[in-house]
């Protein structure tokens, strides 16, 4: 069989062994104004767990084929995106986490402040994105799941991860700065195809006390990985657990299940990898995801 076959049979065996779909939660972000929405994938079992907070990148948490408002203010019942036009990535992810133990948690930043549909390629900087920005914003969102996730009784406190995609990438970076050395945050992070520019993060002096991994493509069309990567190296040369995973050839969005992007030979095989070397980051650190 051929191994992406296997690996996503694999996915597939694991995914059924998940209780039921995600449930729709609410929970304060950190900026003390806005509640947020997100999706939550549990495990079967009821015992305290190891947990897992997702952030989407620029084109939002939905799929891209969802039409109508897509704003999910105020617990709008009727807003056709949800747990069930969440995209093929991050369902995959979320099942992902759930069936190996952990409990899942995918923040909607975009939809509680009116823009749940994201934003096209190429619009960073413009300033209808200002106000969900990866800077100085979105890290509040994650510190928010992080404070909700530390109330529940089924959630271990201090084995909470972070995991980001492209803008959501960059706020897993920022977010790891505001922590800084010795923080109670965050047990450790993985970015994926994040940017690294200036106009991305809060400071080009990276730092993290956390361990910290991000997943680059030599092919991404979208942000330059060769800035992340000198970024990510001076963080490194500087005392920061900052791992590089490089990979040859594989494009912006390589994870992404949908087979225009898994057509492509060095993107099917990043996934594949990402994917296996994800889970033994985290199991590395809680080494049963039932604390």
């Not at 369902?91 to 402040?113: I, K, Q, T």
């Not at 800077?135 to 928010?144: H, I, K, Q």
């Not at 529940?152 to 995991?163: E, G, K, N």
């Amino acid at each position: 069989m051929h191994p992406l076959a296997a690996a996503l049979a694999s996915l597939a065996a694991a995914t059924a062994a998940v209780a039921a779909p995600p449930e729709t939660v609410h929970f304060p972000s950190g900026d003390g104004a806005t509640e947020l929405v997100g999706y939550l994938f549990r495990p079967e079992s009821a015992d305290r767990r190891a947990a897992v907070v997702m952030l989407h990148g620029r084109s939002g948490p939905y799929l891209s084929t969802v039409k109508g408002a897509c704003t999910q203010v105020a617990r709008e019942a009727a807003s056709p995106c949800g747990a069930a036009t969440l995209s093929g990535r991050h369902r995959a992810w979320g099942e992902f986490w759930a069936a190996r133990g952990y409990l899942a948690l995918h923040v909607d930043s975009f939809g509680p402040r009116g823009k749940g549909h994201g934003f096209g390629r190429f619009t960073h900087g413009s300033p209808e994105r200002e106000d969900v920005n990866e800077r100085d914003v979105r890290p509040l969102d994650a510190e928010g799941a992080l404070a909700w996730l530390r109330t529940r009784a089924d959630v271990a406190p201090d084995r909470i991860f972070l995991q980001g995609w492209s803008n959501g990438g960059s706020t897993v970076l920022n977010t790891m700065q505001r922590q800084k050395r010795g923080g109670a945050g965050f047990r450790a992070a993985l970015a994926f195809y994040p940017g690294c520019g200036p106009k991305a993060l809060v400071s080009a002096s990276l730092v993290s006390g956390a361990p910290l991994t991000v997943f680059l493509g030599s092919a991404d069309e979208e942000v330059s990985p060769t800035v992340c990567r000198s970024v990510l190296e001076a963080s490194r040369a500087l005392g920061s657990p900052v791992d590089i995973v490089w990979y040859e050839d594989a494009e912006h969005d390589f994870d992404n299940p949908l087979p225009r992007r898994q057509g492509h030979a060095a993107n099917r095989a990043a996934r594949e990898d990402s994917m296996r070397r994800a889970e033994a980051i985290l199991g590395a650190l809680a080494p049963s995801a039932a604390r």
